[in-house]
């Protein structure tokens, strides 16, 4: 601590009596001390006046080195949930990578795709990360690919274009399977079995359910029996197996609130489902009561949505 407070202390006097360059280097190593210790509106105001700072230099000034300035206030302004802030930043960002081909510019653009979906604008979202992929970049890894295509799946589903969802989450699944990350493999299965569901083919929807639920059991990893019991719900309920759907929605739930922290979106639509469920049986009386319950939570959840 002793020695974070020295070099606090050092920053400080170059931010005062330094100029140019190195300021704005002060300001931005003090802005993501303070970004980590979650002062966050402290990081932010010290990447905005090191932008300023670069700013002051004009030509002088390294585009690589002000894109990365820009990047830091998207992380801040993420934190302070101004998304669509954040994502004017990254944009920022990536226009000056692009300009100078920084090897940079594929996460800026991931992120700038994900402050957008985080801003619930899936197409700005989907359009961001369709175009990560066809950015050439040699130090872009089959991983980081991997999880783009996913992201574009998450876009594409929330716009409800099941089937685009599905190719991206397939490709997506190929190369986590070629890169032998089983859980991302898993992962991958509990969307495509969500995306199988969405088109109506429960037969392919099963197969890709009970592969994403036999690696939770495997595993025992809270939030993949969640889901994979959670989407083996879905499609026993599409196949008209209603007794199983339900045994599946109430595992699902009993994982949820085992969790510390609820996730209150997928438990009010974990109570929906198993309404649902029970008005297919013709348990009216049962699915009104369910219906009439969850409002308790629901109520206070209004214009959230609700987890798939």
Known sequence: MERFDKREQELWAQVSK??????????????????????HTESLAM????LQVYESLGAKASSAAVGFVYQSIG???????????????????????????????????????????????WEKSFAVYSSALVEVNPDRSDESLAFTYGHCGFALGKMKRWEESLEHFLRSRDLFKKLKN????????EEIALCYYKLGDGVSALDFAQRALDFADITEAPYRLIWANGRMGLVKKLLGEYDEALAYFIQSKTYLL??????????VRLEKLMAEVFEAQGVTEEAEEVLRRIQVIEETLEGEDEDE
């Not at 330094?18 to 980590?36: S, V």
């Not at 990447?47 to 090191?50: P, R």
């Not at 992380?75 to 990254?90: F, I, M, P, T, V």
């Open 18 to 39: 330094g100029e140019g360059e190195a300021k704005a280097q002060a300001l931005m190593e003090l802005g993501h001390a303070a970004f980590h210790e979650g002062k």
């Open 47 to 50: 990447s905005q006046t090191a």
């Open 75 to 121: 992380w801040s302004l993420k934190a302070l949930k101004r998304y669509e802030e954040a994502a004017d930043a990254a944009h920022k960002a990536v226009e000056l990578y692009k300009a100078i081909g920084d090897k940079d510019l594929f996460r800026a653009l991931n992120e700038e795709g994900d402050y957008w979906y985080d801003a619930q604008e």
């Open 258 to 267: 085992a969790e510390r922290r609820t996730e209150w979106g997928t438990l």
């Open 182 to 189: 089983p859980g991302q493999v898993a992962f991958c299965d």
